[in-house]
């Protein structure tokens, strides 16, 4: 195989990292409506904590974003 | 289409160099100072025409600076008021960087690695100037938390010290990949329109603006995220678990 289609197969194989981002997500968003649900008083309080580990794990995806980036810089 | 990347390449506009170092006026240069006047801009404007009742920008710049001093009160203590200048600064500059990205024509300071990585390396060189002038050597426990048996010692303490060399890596590269990777998405987005014919363009327009909606909130939100997590960092320091 080329070196240079194994860099493009690894650059997508990084960002595929997105995946578990994706996963991670649905669970903070889904646990954040549960506990709405189960006691709506606390909803402004559980918010502010959803969009922290919201933005949290939206980094984390962006940390393999950033592996394909620097796999691109490599490759020249 | 051409390279979404090409956006955030720098070119020097005014060529400087200082003892062999470049130190040339580029772009980002430029936006830093502007956003530096802005957030100055912002807080002479707001406290222009004190009222006991706050009202319009001022009520605003004490809402933020009140939610600010909570945060730094919240987790560090009494002794964070010290810290409360520092802190401000810091959110006020990033969230005004963010922010001014996102204007047409203009450029992110943030998506730099260079201005991440030096505003992490502050915070974290911060913690541990804190953390030894406070609790001098006993500032080494912070390696082994409270109430772990002897017999972990040796699996906890590497695991402690990859967790703290961590911190800068992550607190640099999570701000400038949130703000690098927006504008990428809205670049890309913004080319597939230009390229499209007509009838299936309007499709990813309408993307770009739901995407630059998104993109506003992550900017207030990325700046709020370095910020608490500068509050914990320092936290950890004064306070030693």
Same mark, same amino acid.
């Given at each position: 195989?080329?070196?240079?289609?194994?860099?493009?197969?690894?650059?997508?194989?990084?960002?595929?990292?997105?995946?578990?981002?994706?996963?991670?997500?649905?669970?903070?968003?889904?646990?954040?409506?549960?506990?709405?649900?189960?006691?709506?008083?606390?909803?402004?309080?559980?918010?502010?904590?959803?969009?922290?580990?919201?933005?949290?794990?939206?980094?984390?995806?962006?940390?393999?974003?950033?592996?394909?980036?620097?796999?691109?810089?490599?490759?020249? | 289409?051409?390279?979404?990347?090409?956006?955030?390449?720098?070119?020097?506009?005014?060529?400087?160099?200082?003892?062999?170092?470049?130190?040339?006026?580029?772009?980002?240069?430029?936006?830093?100072?502007?956003?530096?006047?802005?957030?100055?801009?912002?807080?002479?404007?707001?406290?222009?025409?004190?009222?006991?009742?706050?009202?319009?920008?001022?009520?605003?710049?004490?809402?933020?600076?009140?939610?600010?001093?909570?945060?730094?009160?919240?987790?560090?203590?009494?002794?964070?008021?010290?810290?409360?200048?520092?802190?401000?600064?810091?959110?006020?500059?990033?969230?005004?960087?963010?922010?001014?990205?996102?204007?047409?024509?203009?450029?992110?300071?943030?998506?730099?690695?260079?201005?991440?990585?030096? =505003?992490?390396?502050?915070? +974290? *060189? #911060?913690? $541990?100037? %804190?953390?030894?002038?406070?609790?001098?050597?006993?500032?080494?426990?912070?390696?082994?938390?409270?109430?772990?048996?002897?017999?972990?010692?040796?699996?906890?303490?590497?695991?402690?010290?990859?967790?703290?060399?961590?911190?800068?890596?992550?607190?640099a590269v999570r701000l400038f990949?949130?703000?690098?990777?927006?504008?990428?998405?809205?670049?890309?987005?913004?080319?597939?329109?230009?390229?499209?014919?007509?009838?299936?363009?309007?499709?990813?327009?309408? =993307?770009?603006?739901?995407? +630059? *909606? #998104?993109? $506003?909130? %992550?900017a207030f939100i990325q700046a709020?995220?370095?910020?608490?997590?500068?509050?914990?960092?320092?936290?950890?320091?004064?306070?030693?678990?």
């Open positions: 195989m080329d070196s240079s289609a194994a860099a493009l197969l690894g650059m997508g194989i990084a960002a595929a990292g997105f995946g578990g981002a994706g996963i991670g997500i649905g669970y903070i968003f889904g646990k954040m409506i549960e506990a709405t649900a189960r006691q709506p008083a606390a909803e402004a309080k559980v918010g502010k904590y959803m969009w922290i580990g919201f933005a949290l794990v939206e980094a984390i995806a962006l940390y393999g974003l950033v592996i394909a980036f620097i796999i691109m810089g490599l490759r020249g | 289409m051409e390279n979404p990347l090409e956006h955030f390449e720098l070119h020097p506009l005014i060529p400087l160099s200082l003892f062999g170092i470049d130190i040339s006026i580029n772009k980002a240069v430029v936006m830093m100072w502007i956003a530096s006047g802005l957030v100055l801009l912002f807080f002479s404007v707001a406290t222009k025409r004190r009222s006991l009742v706050p009202r319009r920008v001022q009520n605003l710049a004490e809402m933020a600076v009140e939610f600010l001093r909570g945060l730094v009160v919240e987790n560090m203590g009494p002794l964070g008021h010290k810290f409360f200048p520092f802190i401000a600064t810091l959110f006020f500059f990033v969230l005004f960087a963010n922010l001014l990205g996102l204007i047409p024509g203009a450029y992110t300071v943030t998506s730099q690695l260079m201005v991440t990585g030096f =505003f992490a390396l502050v915070v +974290y *060189g #911060l913690s $541990l100037v %804190v953390g030894f002038a406070l609790h001098g050597l006993h500032f080494f426990t912070i390696l082994a938390p409270a109430g772990t048996p002897g017999w972990l010692l040796p699996l906890m303490v590497p695991i402690e010290i990859i967790s703290q060399l961590a911190r800068p890596v992550t607190l990949a949130n703000m690098t990777a927006g504008h990428i998405i809205l670049i890309v987005l913004f080319s597939l329109m230009m390229t499209a014919p007509v009838y299936i363009g309007w499709m990813p327009f309408g =993307f770009t603006v739901a995407i +630059y *909606g #998104l993109e $506003l909130f %992550v709020y995220i370095f910020t608490i997590l500068a509050c914990v960092y320092l936290g950890d320091a004064v306070k030693l678990h």
